[in-house]
């Protein structure tokens, strides 16, 4: 049986479909944290960042995309993201900033960072693509997920999910020795 070429071009459009997909269920599980509405905030971020980095991975993960033009074609009305940082930051109130290596390559300089500014600058980054994709213009969203993701959001998505992980693991672990000790009685003795 004779192999089958496949067009690299329909292996690029089903990945943007699934980025597609992606970038629209990270969007809506952010700006549903950011309204407040939800379950827990912690361990819904931690899954978002964590399934936004395996997005972000597959697209570091190919050969550059390169779009079809020299100049990217107007996405059309990008939305102020202000009002979905600030809800962010009320979400975050007392977790939201953390301490941030810039570099870790070549420095080692510390410098502030933000888990509602890294959501926001995300969730910017992934609709900026989507408008791209939703005009039917697939190659230049890819364009666009895989230079933002390797340029910014995807350094940006796993300092946040450093810091979150971080914030799980001192929510869940700095408990009383003496609270502790009395559970693992009750869990040993019923």
Same mark, same amino acid.
């Given at each position: 049986? *004779?192999?089958?070429?496949?067009?690299?071009?329909?292996?690029?459009?089903?990945?943007?479909?699934?980025?597609?997909?992606?970038?629209?269920?990270?969007?809506?599980?952010?700006?549903?944290?950011?309204?407040?509405?939800? *379950?827990?905030?912690?361990?819904?971020?931690?899954?978002? +960042?964590?399934?936004?980095?395996?997005?972000?991975?597959?697209?570091?993960?190919?050969?550059?995309? @390169?779009?079809?033009?020299?100049?990217?074609?107007? *996405?059309?009305?990008?939305?102020?993201?202000?009002?979905?940082?600030?809800?962010?930051?009320?979400? @975050?109130?007392? @977790?939201?900033?953390?301490?941030?290596?810039?570099?870790?390559?070549?420095?080692?300089?510390?410098?502030?960072?933000?888990?509602?500014?890294?959501?926001?600058?995300?969730?910017?980054?992934?609709?900026?693509?989507?408008?791209?994709?939703?005009?039917?213009?697939?190659?230049?969203?890819?364009?666009?997920?895989?230079?933002?993701?390797?340029?910014?959001?995807?350094?940006?998505?796993?300092?946040?999910?450093?810091?979150? +992980?971080?914030?799980?693991?001192?929510?869940?672990?700095?408990?009383?020795?003496?609270?502790?000790?009395?559970?693992?009685?009750?869990? @040993?003795? *019923?």
């Amino acid at each position: 049986m *004779p192999e089958q070429d496949t067009d690299p071009r329909d292996d690029l459009k089903t990945l943007a479909e699934e980025t597609a997909r992606d970038a629209v269920d990270f969007i809506g599980a952010v700006r549903g944290i950011a309204s407040g509405a939800g *379950p827990e905030s912690l361990p819904l971020l931690l899954l978002v +960042l964590s399934q936004v980095q395996v997005t972000g991975a597959r697209l570091g993960a190919i050969q550059d995309v @390169l779009p079809v033009e020299r100049f990217e074609p107007d *996405p059309g009305r990008e939305d102020d993201q202000d009002a979905l940082r600030t809800s962010l930051a009320n979400v @975050l109130e007392g @977790l939201d900033d953390y301490a941030d290596l810039i570099d870790p390559l070549t420095s080692v300089e510390v410098g502030r960072g933000s888990v509602s500014d890294d959501l926001t600058g995300i969730v910017s980054a992934l609709e900026h693509g989507l408008a791209h994709y939703e005009r039917g213009r697939p190659v230049e969203a890819m364009w666009w997920w895989q230079f933002s993701y390797l340029s910014e959001w995807g350094v940006r998505a796993s300092a946040a999910l450093r810091a979150v +992980l971080t914030i799980m693991g001192h929510v869940r672990l700095d408990a009383d020795e003496d609270t502790v000790a009395d559970a693992e009685f009750d869990a @040993l003795h *019923p």
